[in-house]
């Protein structure tokens, strides 16, 4: 089936959901509750799930909740993002149950296309602009028709149900990758092996979608980061496909991607550029390895990574070598050491990996 969305109509959200406001819901709560009902809050993971709570304790405790499969939506931290429930779910303060007003096409598969259009919404939500009743309930929907005033629940049901998969496949054959001793790395400045600078600092309030022409990238782990798509904004310059946002701060602080289509940012995105030409598969390595380092060495709302990554943010690297050891550089371009990283050895190390040729 193929969509044509130049006939779908525009709705308001209020005309298709019911919107109930969660309260309460600890994980203290779940561990002296235990039970088989899911707890969701505003994570993003595990679709919001925190846990599994005895559903009487909930009832007992008047929380808000549904028997039935239904849409959340958190209202912090990931705000914005919305999950679908196939067995209902109690929601804590920190997110709201989405539950259709037609009872007749509350359907997992309508939920899950419906889903998919709210999510287009969520780059609008960010830890300044938390989803409340009225915003998100005001928000407008392009959804196929049957008229001006009647969506097309069966359309969404049978397209959701005609999509199939795939096993993924890789044509990789099992073979031994090159080892990887990272005793003989070595540190380099990320500043001195790619190029830093901020994004676009764009506000999302700000952006429009009429004609759209460049993807919006956000702190997000979702879709490469990607949570718009908007039009060309006079006077801002769009960063080029291929280079990478990083994350500085928020719930995904170092979140690293390779961009495939030139860009826009939000604030707190950062944007690392090649000296040199690097493949896909060694610029994979390198956001990998980003993201390993601000597991370990930065935190969110505490240490982000505005103040450092142009400064002193390090990560270890294979280092150019030959038959007779280490090739230093004279002209110390990556390093005061004068040691040259082994772009090469990272591309054949990915390209080695399982469904690497899946990128």
């Given at each position: 089936?193929?969509?044509?969305?130049?006939d779908?109509?525009?709705?308001?959200?209020?005309?298709?959901?019911?919107?109930?406001?969660?309260?309460?819901i600890?994980?203290?709560?779940?561990?002296?509750?235990?039970?088989?009902?899911?707890?969701?809050?505003?994570?993003?993971?595990?679709?919001g799930?925190?846990?599994?709570?005895?559903?009487?304790?909930?009832?007992?405790?008047?929380?808000?909740?549904?028997?039935?499969?239904?849409?959340?939506?958190?209202?912090?931290?990931?705000?914005?993002?919305?999950?679908?429930?196939?067995?209902?779910?109690?929601?804590?303060?920190?997110?709201?149950?989405?539950?259709?007003?037609?009872?007749?096409h509350?359907?997992?598969?309508?939920?899950?296309?419906?889903?998919?259009?709210?999510?287009?919404?969520?780059?609008?939500?960010?830890?300044?602009?938390?989803?409340?009743?009225?915003?998100?309930?005001?928000e407008?929907?392009?959804?196929?028709?049957?008229?001006?005033?009647t969506?097309?629940w069966?359309?969404m049901?049978?397209?959701?149900?005609?999509?199939?998969?795939?096993?993924l496949?890789?044509?990789?054959?099992?073979?031994?990758?090159?080892?990887?001793?990272?005793?003989?790395?070595h540190?380099?400045?990320?500043?001195?092996?790619?190029?830093?600078?901020?994004?676009?600092?764009?506000?999302?309030?700000?952006?429009?979608?009429?004609?759209?022409?460049?993807?919006?990238?956000?702190?997000?782990?979702?879709?490469?980061?990607?949570?718009?798509?908007?039009?060309?904004?006079?006077?801002?310059?769009?960063?080029?496909?291929?280079?990478?946002?990083?994350?500085?701060?928020?719930?995904?602080l170092?979140?690293?991607?390779?961009?495939?289509?030139?860009?826009?940012?939000?604030?707190?995105?950062?944007?690392?550029?090649?000296?040199?030409?690097?493949?896909?598969?060694?610029?994979?390595?390198?956001?990998?390895?980003?993201?390993?380092?601000?597991?370990?060495?930065?935190?969110?709302?505490?240490?982000?990574?505005?103040?450092?990554?142009?400064?002193?943010?390090?990560?270890?690297?294979?280092?150019?070598?030959?038959?007779?050891?280490?090739v230093?550089?004279?002209?110390?371009?990556?390093?005061?050491?004068?040691?040259?990283?082994?772009?090469?050895?990272?591309?054949?190390?990915?390209?080695?990996?399982?469904?690497?040729?899946?990128?």
């Amino acid at each position: 089936m193929k969509l044509n969305i130049s006939d779908w109509k525009s709705f308001c959200a209020s005309d298709i959901f019911f919107l109930y406001n969660g309260s309460g819901i600890t994980k203290e709560e779940i561990e002296d509750n235990p039970g088989s009902f899911p707890a969701v809050q505003s994570g993003a993971d595990n679709n919001g799930c925190i846990g599994y709570i005895s559903k009487d304790y909930c009832k007992a405790m008047n929380y808000t909740y549904v028997e039935e499969p239904c849409l959340t939506v958190a209202r912090t931290g990931s705000a914005g993002f919305v999950a679908f429930q196939p067995y209902g779910c109690v929601v804590g303060d920190s997110a709201k149950i989405l539950l259709l007003k037609n009872t007749e096409h509350r359907k997992p598969a309508v939920y899950l296309f419906l889903r998919t259009i709210l999510m287009a919404n969520q780059y609008k939500y960010t830890y300044g602009r938390k989803v409340t009743e009225d915003k998100y309930l005001s928000e407008t929907l392009l959804l196929p028709s049957i008229d001006s005033i009647t969506p097309d629940w069966a359309f969404m049901e049978k397209y959701i149900l005609s999509l199939h998969h795939k096993p993924l496949k890789t044509a990789i054959t099992e073979q031994t990758p090159p080892e990887l001793n990272t005793k003989t790395w070595h540190e380099f400045f990320l500043h001195r092996i790619l190029i830093c600078s901020m994004g676009n600092g764009i506000d999302a309030v700000i952006t429009t979608s009429d004609e759209p022409k460049y993807n919006y990238v956000s702190r997000d782990s979702n879709g490469n980061g990607v949570v718009g798509f908007v039009d060309e904004i006079e006077g801002e310059e769009p960063f080029p496909a291929g280079a990478m946002s990083l994350a500085l701060g928020g719930s995904f602080l170092g979140s690293c991607f390779i961009q495939k289509k030139p860009f826009y940012t939000a604030q707190n995105v950062a944007v690392l550029q090649e000296k040199v030409p690097l493949s896909d598969h060694t610029k994979l390595f390198i956001a990998t390895l980003i993201r390993n380092e601000c597991k370990i060495k930065y935190q969110a709302f505490g240490r982000e990574l505005n103040a450092h990554f142009r400064k002193d943010f390090t990560i270890k690297l294979p280092v150019k070598r030959n038959a007779d050891g280490i090739v230093f550089d004279e002209t110390h371009e990556f390093s005061d050491d004068g040691y040259i990283p082994d772009w090469e050895w990272m591309d054949s190390y990915m390209r080695s990996l399982p469904y690497s040729d899946r990128l």
